[in-house]
């Protein structure tokens, strides 16, 4: 069993950043991944960081403004958002499972495990 805990939400400004954090207890060597949930939309994903080498993924929305890492010791997972849009707004959760290979697997169904998500608000 794993359990996620997310935390750093909150209300930024446009432009803004935030830090997000996971904190994995349990079986931790999976790949981890953001997605993230707005009102009425399904969730997407965000970004994704391998278990093994380290390698990442984003979406196309974050490439360039969001960076995920991870420290195995310390069994965290973070999401740095920067320069951020109100169209970031949304739950973000924090999700893991074996779904990194030559890419990353996007259905949710893969990811074993979620966090209870950290709401995050970006005003205009």
């Known amino acids: 069993q794993v359990q996620l805990l997310e935390s750093g939400g909150g209300l930024v400004q446009a432009g803004g950043s935030l830090r997000l954090s996971c904190a994995a207890s349990?079986?931790?060597?999976?790949?981890m991944a953001w997605f993230r949930q707005a009102p009425g939309k399904e969730r997407e994903f965000v970004a994704a960081i391998s278990r093994t080498d380290d390698r990442r993924f984003y979406a196309d929305s974050a490439k360039g403004r969001f960076t995920t890492s991870r420290d195995n010791v310390k069994n965290m997972v973070y999401l740095q958002m920067n320069s951020l849009k109100p169209e970031d707004t949304a739950v973000y959760y924090c999700?893991?499972?074996?779904?990194?290979?030559?890419?990353?697997?996007?259905?949710?169904?893969?990811?074993?495990?979620w966090g209870q998500g950290t709401q995050v608000t970006v005003s205009s």
């Open positions: 349990g079986r931790t060597n999976y790949d």
């Open positions: 999700a893991a499972g074996t779904v990194i290979g030559s890419g990353v697997d996007l259905s949710l169904a893969k990811y074993y495990y």
